[in-house]
């Protein structure tokens, strides 16, 4: 089954999501309304709290996990995304904070207590460090990542195109599958 309790916490998701069947999201999680989690995925809320905000698509292979509480971070990190996300196929998110309208590139990394805020594109295979924030409206590329250059009005219009785009792909596998 792709949505599984875990230590009596299970999954909460918001209305029209769709979890591919070979997708797995477990323990304390809730999943905003029109989200889309795709083939491969895993979202593990088992030792701390995920939150995926509306109309965000997890790609294919993707992994989203937290930081759990212990001696070297008493409070741990949960993972925080906002609404209108595009995390790109095998992106790996741990324990960060994503804001809205943001585009992780294919198979880019976000660690631990990283902060990305709203309107950000990360470009696919970056690194983003743990602790590091990137700041609104700007491209970040590499490994580590860093500060390319503004975005332009086009870009900022593709976040909720692209939001957009997966809730209608989303609905065509839930009324062709269920």
Known sequence: MS????QGTTPELGERVFIDPSAVVLGDVKL????????LTVIRGDMHKIRIGARTSVQDGSVLHITHAGPFNPDGF????????????QAML?????????LVGMASMVM???VVE???IIGAGSLVPPGKTLESG???VGRPV????????KERSFFTYTAGNYVKLKDQHIAENY
């Open 94 to 102: 741990h324990g960060c904070t994503i804001g809205s309208r943001v």
């Open 118 to 120: 709203d309107e950000v």
């Open 3 to 6: 949505v599984r309790t875990y």
């Open 32 to 39: 905003g309304d029109d989200c889309s989690v795709w083939p």
């Open 146 to 153: 860093e500060k390319k250059r503004p975005l332009t009005d």
């Open 112 to 114: 631990d207590g990283a």
């Open 138 to 140: 700007y491209l970040y």
């Open 78 to 89: 949960p993972l925080i995304i906002g609404d209108d996300v595009t995390v790109g196929h």
